[in-house]
């Protein structure tokens, strides 16, 4: 069955560290609501966070480009978000989401992808050499009742 969409929004922000917080707080609010739980809402934005933080990261090796941000919530309380740049593109993107693999250097763990996929209902990462790479995430949101999750 089709979802349907009971709302959404799209933010463009320059690829520069100071927006990675920025986004993650954006997709948080406009999840909230939902009414997620404390823990829902921070899983969300810790997914959020990992892909802007690829973004940013990978990306766009020698130049600022944009981060493209979708959001979408469906009737059933599912919330998708689409996040994409048009940068360099991932080579190998089943290497690229094996844990600690890493194409930064220093202090990177490889550990983005896996992260996002332990904290979100679904992820899936599509990419093109030189025309850059789409990750959207989806999770369920549990309708409280009360204070409970339901």
Same mark, same amino acid.
Do not use: W
């Given at each position: 069955m089709? @979802?349907?969409v009971?709302?959404?929004?799209s $933010?463009?922000?320059?690829v520069?560290?100071?927006n *990675? /917080?920025?986004?993650?707080?954006?997709?948080a %609010?406009?999840?909230s609501? $939902?009414?997620?739980? +404390?823990? @829902?809402?921070?899983? !969300?934005k810790?997914?959020v /966070? *990992?892909?802007?933080?690829?973004?940013?990261v990978?990306?766009?090796? *020698? /130049? !600022?480009?944009? !981060?493209y941000?979708? %959001?979408?919530?469906?009737?059933?309380?599912?919330?998708?978000i689409?996040?994409?740049d048009?940068?360099v593109?991932?080579?190998?993107?089943s290497k690229?989401?094996?844990p $600690?693999?890493?194409?930064?250097a220093? *202090?990177r %763990?490889?550990?983005?992808f896996?992260?996002?996929e /332990?904290?979100?209902?679904? $992820?899936?990462v599509?990419s093109?050499?030189?025309?850059g790479?789409?990750?959207?995430?989806?999770?369920? +949101?549990s309708?409280r009742?009360s204070?409970?999750?339901?």
């Amino acid at each position: 069955m089709k @979802q349907v969409v009971k709302n959404n929004f799209s $933010l463009t922000v320059p690829v520069r560290s100071v927006n *990675e /917080s920025f986004a993650r707080t954006a997709v948080a %609010a406009f999840v909230s609501q $939902l009414d997620p739980t +404390i823990d @829902q809402i921070n899983d !969300i934005k810790t997914a959020v /966070s *990992e892909a802007v933080t690829n973004c940013i990261v990978h990306a766009y090796r *020698e /130049s !600022i480009g944009n !981060i493209y941000i979708k %959001a979408y919530i469906y009737t059933n309380n599912t919330v998708c978000i689409k996040i994409k740049d048009k940068g360099v593109g991932i080579d190998n993107v089943s290497k690229a989401m094996e844990p $600690l693999f890493t194409t930064g250097a220093g *202090e990177r %763990a490889g550990l983005g992808f896996s992260v996002m996929e /332990s904290f979100m209902d679904s $992820l899936k990462v599509t990419s093109k050499k030189d025309k850059g790479t789409l990750v959207t995430m989806t999770k369920k +949101i549990s309708v409280r009742v009360s204070g409970n999750a339901k």
